[in-house]
């Protein structure tokens, strides 16, 4: 496992921007795709967008519709989702993951994953 922390979060009014930052322990953090998920209240988590372990593939949620860019720089071991054109319906708690498996796939798998951070909070108003 890795251990990741999630920061970057906040209060923004809809159509504003944020980047979500996670950043890992360990030295294996080029070994793992990754993923954020989010869950709103009430609702269940769900994935939100993946890349794979050098960066080269990335998978977006449908209801991301371009809005949202996930990225990695390894030597860092952070993961970052650039999130604009926000809308309300964005609120919800972010959670950075990690998953040694293949990026495709991982918002299906989601609740196999063992890495998860501890989530940092969106909360976007109209």
């Known amino acids: 496992q890795v251990q990741l922390v999630e920061s970057g979060g906040g209060l923004v009014q809809a159509g504003g921007s944020l980047r979500l930052s996670c950043a890992a322990s360990?030295?294996?953090?080029?070994?793992?795709?990754m993923g954020w998920f989010r869950q709103a209240p009430g609702k269940e988590r769900e994935f939100v967008a993946a890349?794979?372990?050098?960066?080269?593939?990335?998978y977006y949620a449908d209801f991301v519709q371009g809005r949202f860019t996930i990225s990695r720089v390894n030597t860092k071991n952070t993961v970052y989702l650039q999130m604009n054109s926000l809308k309300p319906e964005d609120t919800a708690v972010y959670y950075c993951?990690?998953?040694?498996?293949?990026?495709?796939?991982?918002?299906?798998?989601?609740?196999?994953?063992?890495?998860w951070g501890q989530g940092t909070q969106v909360t976007v108003s109209s």
């Open positions: 993951a990690a998953d040694p498996r293949s990026a495709q796939g991982m918002g299906v798998r989601g609740k196999t994953i063992d890495s």
């Open positions: 890349i794979s372990w050098r960066g080269g593939s990335t």
């Open positions: 360990g030295r294996t953090f080029s070994s793992y795709a």
